[in-house]
């Protein structure tokens, strides 16, 4: 991949996704959530943390979209699928790649308030472009706060391409 530079390595993210289950671990005190990965680009980092909760755990998967093939935030969210089981009386971990506006997390959000009365929820990104916000949206976790800058690698893609990399990087070019 000459074309990629690595902004944060496979043993950077493992080490801090094994940090984040800690604190999950030490949160939920044993008791049961329900991980909704938000599809495609939560893929990596969902099945790679969930492997160190503790808790008995059920997984989920919902699809929302909000770029159009380019790499700036439409500025709208679609959800693509997002059919999810009772979650009344829940703890519920959302797992997403990336908040960078921050109206994907508040569509998220404001969906599971208006649908559920969950007993928790919690709101996790591997990483954070804070700069980016346009909203008052702030993930409960995330791995890294990165800069205004285009990434991909481990579930962020390029036009579809680069998910399968193990380390986050941008395209030198
Ligand atoms: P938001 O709604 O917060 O603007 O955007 C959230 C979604 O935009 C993320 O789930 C992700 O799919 C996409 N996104 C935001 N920033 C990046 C980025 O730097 N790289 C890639 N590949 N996707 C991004």
């Known amino acids: 991949m000459k074309d990629v530079k690595v902004l944060f390595t496979e043993e950077q993210i493992q080490t801090r996704i094994k940090e984040l289950a800690k604190e999950m671990n ?11 990965c938000v599809l495609k680009g939560a893929v990596m980092f969902a099945v790679d943390l969930v492997k160190y909760l503790e808790m008995p755990l059920k997984m989920e998967f919902i699809r929302l979209s909000s770029y159009n093939g380019g790499t700036k ?24 790649d990336i908040v960078d506006t921050g109206l994907t997390a508040k569509f998220l959000l404001d969906f599971l308030n208006n649908n559920f009365h969950t007993k928790s929820t919690k709101f996790c990104s591997l990483l954070d472009k804070k700069i980016t916000r346009v909203n008052d ?37």
């Open 137 to 173: 949206i702030e993930p409960d976790y995330y791995g890294f706060e990165v800069g205004d800058q285009f990434l991909i690698g481990y579930g962020l893609d390029d036009d579809g391409y680069y998910r399968n990399l193990r380390f986050i990087g941008y395209k030198n070019v």
């Open 73 to 96: 935030s439409s500025g709208r969210v679609n959800a693509v699928d997002i059919s999810l089981p009772d979650l009344n009386g829940k703890n519920v971990l959302i797992i997403e």
């Open 26 to 36: 030490r949160f939920y005190n044993g008791e049961e959530i329900y991980a909704v």
